[in-house]
């Protein structure tokens, strides 16, 4: 199955909504998200924005959720909060992430994120 977030006029996901991948075949049996998006507009009215999304992330990085954005310039869907004042987006990956790389876990030691001294702090 295809899936599809409709966006806002802010590039907002509203939902998702499935599409069975019969609707996208061409002519020649492959795939084409433009199908979809044709399908789309003719079942739900002209007037809204399509796009793909993928349930695994093989592209666009992010399963589009509500709540979501897609970044048009890099092609992915993000959460457009980020967790921290702190954290950078990583417009390559679509996440947001600490300005500094966290620990890895040795010894089954583990981490959390402290924001007033920006940094990792091991968990006790």
């Not at 589009?64 to 048009?72: L, N, Q, S, V």
Request: hydrophobic residues 35%.
């Amino acid at each position: 199955m295809a899936h599809f977030a409709e966006l806002n006029k802010n590039n907002d996901i509203v939902r998702t909504i499935v599409v069975h991948n019969n609707v996208l075949k061409d002519e020649n049996g492959d795939e084409q998200e433009e199908l979809g998006k044709q399908f789309l507009n003719t079942t739900y009215g002209a007037g809204h924005w399509w796009i793909q999304t993928s349930y695994n992330g093989t592209f666009r990085k992010n399963f589009a959720c509500e709540g979501m954005r897609y970044d048009f310039v890099n092609d992915l869907f993000y959460d457009p909060i980020s967790p921290f004042p702190s954290w950078i987006y990583n417009t390559t990956q679509g996440v947001w992430e600490a300005p500094t790389a966290r620990p890895t876990a040795v010894d089954e030691k583990k981490y959390t994120w402290d924001e007033a001294n920006t940094k990792w702090k091991e968990i006790e």
